[in-house]
């Protein structure tokens, strides 16, 4: 079976395997205040063009947004997310465990616009009633969004404006953020990312790491004490150097970039076979998540020889489908599955 169902089934690029076994017998200082995570925290700051950003490594991608959450509400505040967006469908309540309400908005694309977010804070304070209703604080965002879209430049920096005048934190879910960084219709940098946002993440689990995140805070007063959240929260790792010389790897020599060009370009190919044989999308999604809509006669012979993502039913006879590359695919895999797409559906 072939699996194109995620981009995390495999373990990592074989240069973290290399360095994690040259740094086995080291002893390094716990909870990532080590020599090895100082320099990937170095790397982040280069990258991003600021000396003045804090850099944290937490294992996953729920526990950063639920430590980044609670770390920038109070009691009666939430966040604002797309109806579609991770932590408000996918992170079974996280956030709300925390003792935050997600204000989940829908949206046609899966991303939110600044237009939606003005609207629902306008709706909040202009309400004679408003202490008796959750406080709009924060906006979340998924770059790219669950659907495999992406937000342009623009569109950030209009949101970032909304944020602004309605004094709300900006927080981009970064876990694919290097298939979206890759994307061939993105303008978007990690510079503007430390420009525009309150706090973002560089994803590392779905992007080639064993595990973990590199959360990147622009705004001083969450970065204050934000080791704090971090123990609370149960995401202070013992032994943190495992999560620093992950991302000291990844963020060596363009290597990131490269592993997630690698991908997208896989995923413009298995694109291009499914338009070539009439296959529409539900998302026009230009980085490493396509979204078929398949006939379900054609899934059960994909079923044959792939795993893939089963979705939304379209209608009675066609159904979503979700194939995703990954650092790990290999050109091989990519050829046996649009061969198996002009055979089935051409």
């Given at each position: 079976?072939?699996?194109?169902?995620?981009?995390?089934?495999?373990?990592?690029?074989?240069?973290?395997?290399?360095?994690?076994?040259?740094?086995?017998?080291?002893?390094?200082?716990?909870?990532?205040?080590?020599?090895?995570?100082?320099?990937?925290r170095a790397k982040v700051k280069a990258l991003c063009g600021r000396d003045d950003l804090a850099?944290?490594?937490?294992?996953?991608?729920?526990?950063?947004?639920?430590?980044?959450?609670?770390?920038?509400?109070?009691?009666?505040?939430?966040?604002?997310?797309?109806?579609?967006?991770?932590?408000?469908?996918?992170?079974?309540?996280?956030?709300?465990?925390?003792?935050?309400?997600?204000?989940?908005l829908p949206s046609d694309t899966g991303r939110l616009t600044a237009r939606q977010i003005d609207?629902?804070?306008?709706?909040?304070?202009?309400?004679?009633?408003?202490?008796?209703?959750?406080?709009?604080a924060m906006v979340y965002l998924s770059h790219p969004a669950e659907n495999g879209t992406i937000?342009?430049?623009?569109?950030?920096?209009?949101?970032?404006?909304?944020?602004?005048?309605?004094?709300?934190?900006?927080?981009?879910?970064?876990?694919?953020?290097?298939?979206?960084?890759?994307?061939?219709?993105?303008?978007?940098?990690?510079?503007?990312?430390?420009?525009?946002?309150?706090?973002?993440?560089?994803?590392?689990?779905?992007?080639?790491?064993?595990?973990?995140?590199?959360?990147?805070?622009?705004?001083?007063?969450?970065?204050?004490?934000?080791?704090?959240?971090?123990?609370?929260?149960?995401?202070?790792?013992?032994?943190?150097?495992?999560?620093?010389?992950?991302?000291?790897?990844?963020?060596?020599?363009?290597?990131?970039?490269?592993?997630?060009?690698?991908?997208?370009?896989?995923?413009?190919?298995?694109?291009?076979?499914?338009?070539?044989?009439?296959?529409?999308?539900?998302?026009?999604?230009?980085?490493?998540?396509?979204?078929?809509?398949?006939?379900?006669?054609?899934?059960?012979?994909?079923?044959?020889?792939?795993?893939?993502?089963?979705?939304?039913?379209?209608?009675?006879?066609?159904?979503?489908?979700?194939?995703?590359?990954?650092?790990?695919?290999?050109?091989?895999?990519?050829?046996?599955?649009?061969?198996?797409?002009?055979?089935?559906?051409?």
């Amino acid at each position: 079976m072939l699996r194109f169902e995620c981009d995390y089934t495999e373990g990592c690029i074989p240069e973290i395997l290399e360095a994690i076994a040259r740094e086995n017998h080291t002893q390094l200082q716990g909870y990532s205040e080590d020599t090895v995570t100082e320099r990937a925290r170095a790397k982040v700051k280069a990258l991003c063009g600021r000396d003045d950003l804090a850099v944290h490594f937490l294992v996953g991608g729920t526990q950063a947004n639920t430590t980044v959450i609670a770390a920038a509400l109070r009691h009666h505040q939430g966040v604002i997310a797309a109806a579609q967006g991770h932590i408000a469908c996918h992170e079974t309540g996280a956030i709300e465990a925390a003792g935050h309400k997600v204000i989940a908005l829908p949206s046609d694309t899966g991303r939110l616009t600044a237009r939606q977010i003005d609207q629902v804070c306008a709706a909040h304070w202009f309400d004679p009633s408003f202490e008796h209703q959750t406080q709009p604080a924060m906006v979340y965002l998924s770059h790219p969004a669950e659907n495999g879209t992406i937000y342009s430049l623009s569109e950030l920096e209009e949101i970032r404006a909304v944020c602004d005048k309605w004094h709300l934190f900006l927080f981009l879910d970064g876990a694919r953020l290097g298939y979206a960084l890759a994307s061939p219709r993105n303008d978007v940098s990690l510079q503007d990312l430390a420009r525009l946002t309150d706090v973002f993440y560089i994803g590392g689990t779905k992007v080639g790491a064993l595990f973990g995140e590199a959360v990147v805070i622009s705004h001083p007063e969450l970065a204050r004490d934000f080791r704090y959240h971090i123990k609370q929260r149960g995401g202070m790792l013992a032994k943190g150097w495992l999560l620093g010389l992950q991302f000291d790897v990844l963020l060596e020599n363009d290597r990131y970039m490269a592993i997630s060009r690698k991908a997208v370009a896989q995923a413009m190919e298995i694109k291009k076979a499914f338009e070539e044989v009439g296959v529409s999308f539900w998302s026009d999604s230009y980085t490493n998540q396509l979204f078929p809509i398949l006939p379900n006669e054609a899934l059960k012979q994909f079923d044959e020889n792939y795993v893939y993502n089963a979705g939304e039913k379209i209608d009675e006879g066609h159904t979503v489908a979700r194939f995703c590359t990954s650092w790990a695919t290999t050109d091989a895999q990519v050829q046996a599955l649009i061969a198996d797409i002009r055979r089935i559906l051409g």
